[in-house]
């Protein structure tokens, strides 16, 4: 399987990589900075820039075979204030509200009829057929839900 992986560079990521790797998977990871990326996860993983246009991210996703989500701030290091929690929970949100859009829209906004529902049936048991918005809204309201539960758990006055 080919596996596009956010937040590869961090605690889990860096973990994660080398055993998809070990077990036949090729993986495409999204970095803010493919040079630091490659010296921490090697030359074997293909580097997609964080700042690609919108359908740079499209294609590299319609290419892939699955999508690992680990990106945000890192939840180690300094106290749970208020202001701390939004930033983690923004950074999660912000992320996964990209990926969301991506997987949502493979045409990157071209014109071609290649939609997600024309793309997922019940044929291939492991994806879905539902209409692109109802899909969207709720994998955005899982997100935000399970940002909270993660920056809940650590959270400290």
């Known amino acids: 399987m080919r ?7 961090g605690f889990v990521g860096r973990a994660l ?5 070990r077990d036949g998977h090729a993986v495409v990871a999204w ?6 990326a490659r010296g921490l996860l ?10 690609t246009a919108p359908d740079g991210l499209v294609a590299a ?28 929970e923004g950074s ?4 996964t509200e990209q990926l969301v859009r991506a997987m949502a829209d493979p ?22 057929d539902t209409d692109p918005d109802d899909l969207t809204a709720l994998l955005l309201t899982l997100a935000k839900t399970a940002s ?7 959270a400290t006055a």
Request: glycine share 10%; charged share 20%.
């Open 3 to 9: 596996v596009f992986v956010t937040g590869a560079t």
């Open 17 to 21: 990589i080398p055993r998809l790797q």
């Open 31 to 36: 970095v803010r900075s493919p040079a630091r």
């Open 42 to 51: 090697g030359a074997e993983v293909e580097f997609i820039h964080a700042d």
């Open 61 to 88: 996703i319609e290419r892939s075979d699955a999508v690992v989500n680990l990106a945000g701030e890192p939840l180690m290091g300094g106290r749970w204030t208020a202001a701390r929690r939004a930033v983690l």
């Open 92 to 95: 999660r949100i912000a992320v």
């Open 107 to 128: 045409t990157g906004g071209s014109t071609s009829s290649t939609t997600p529902s024309a793309r997922f049936s019940e044929e291939e048991p492991a994806k879905w």
């Open 148 to 154: 909270r539960a993660i920056v809940g758990l650590g």
